[in-house]
């Protein structure tokens, strides 16, 4: 049987998905990770590994990303291209993002880089909503990172 996308149980569900995913790139570049209960089941499993972080459980990854994004003056996730599949209670999702970042200098100014690529989610409706259940941070592309400099760095 054929899904009519344009039924307005679909159109919901798909809005419902969208403002999760949003949701995420608006708790992160305000730092209240906290709230990624929001966004994510309680088992959920979040992998940044491609971005050269970790796979973890929520409470993990959660802590880690408060720690790699604490120095971070400017955090900005912008998503788009929502192509959401929906079958009943689950559903996948997979959106592009677009992610400058700032880091302060010695000299107090910011070094800005651009990264990018894609989230892929598996998603489960739950009774508090729509949740992504299993993520993986595709990254696809990383420009301008900032080098550190020579004084910079301790022994």
């Not at 559903?91 to 800005?112: E, K, Q, W």
Request: charge should be negative; include cysteine; charged fraction near 20%.
């Amino acid at each position: 049987m054929a899904i009519d996308e344009t039924s307005f149980a679909h159109v919901v569900d798909r809005l419902a998905i969208e403002a999760v995913l949003v949701r995420y790139a608006t708790l992160i570049d305000t730092k209240q990770f906290d709230g990624l209960r929001e966004v994510f089941s309680a088992d959920a499993v979040v992998d940044y590994t491609s971005a050269g972080g970790i796979k973890g459980s929520l409470a993990e990854v959660s802590a880690w990303l408060a720690t790699v994004l604490a120095p971070f003056t400017v955090v900005q996730h912008l998503v788009a291209n929502f192509a959401i599949e929906i079958d009943g209670d689950r559903a996948r999702s997979v959106c592009y993002f677009h992610n400058p970042m700032g880091l302060p200098g010695p000299d107090g100014t910011v070094s800005i880089f651009w990264c990018g690529g894609r989230y892929i989610d598996e998603l489960v409706r739950t009774p508090e909503g729509w949740r992504s259940c299993h993520r993986v941070d595709e990254g696809q592309d990383l420009h301008g990172l900032p080098t550190p400099s020579p004084s910079s760095h301790r022994d």
